[in-house]
């Protein structure tokens, strides 16, 4: 049950991410006044940000997941 909540959060603060991402680079590419390395580097970054997120998060549940096994292994 704790694994479904750390996956619930996880998902949820991805789409936050993401949705928060979106009207960013929405902004970004439809303004005519923004400058074309602004165009590009805001994508990159939201991208940066949204696969270091999940990798961040895969590697917490990853070790929760090791370290809840070790414990069962542990009791008699």
């Known amino acids: 049950m704790r ?3 750390m996956w ?3 998902i ?3 789409l936050l991410i993401s949705y928060s991402g979106y009207s960013a680079v ?5 303004d005519p006044e923004v400058s074309i390395v602004v165009k590009i580097a ?4 939201w991208i940066g940000g949204v ?4 990798a961040v998060l895969r590697d ?3 070790s929760k997941k090791t370290s809840d096994d ?3 292994r542990a009791e008699p």
């Not at 805001?42 to 970054?45: D, G, T, Y």
């Not at 696969?51 to 999940?54: A, E, Q, R, S």
Request: glycine letters at 14%; proline letters at 4%; hydrophobic letters at 55%.
């Open 3 to 5: 694994l479904l909540g």
């Open 8 to 10: 619930g959060m996880s």
């Open 12 to 14: 949820g603060l991805v």
């Open 26 to 30: 929405r902004f970004a590419i439809l």
């Open 42 to 45: 805001i994508p990159m970054i």
């Open 51 to 54: 696969l270091g997120t999940l």
């Open 60 to 62: 917490r549940i990853r």
């Open 70 to 72: 070790r414990i069962e």
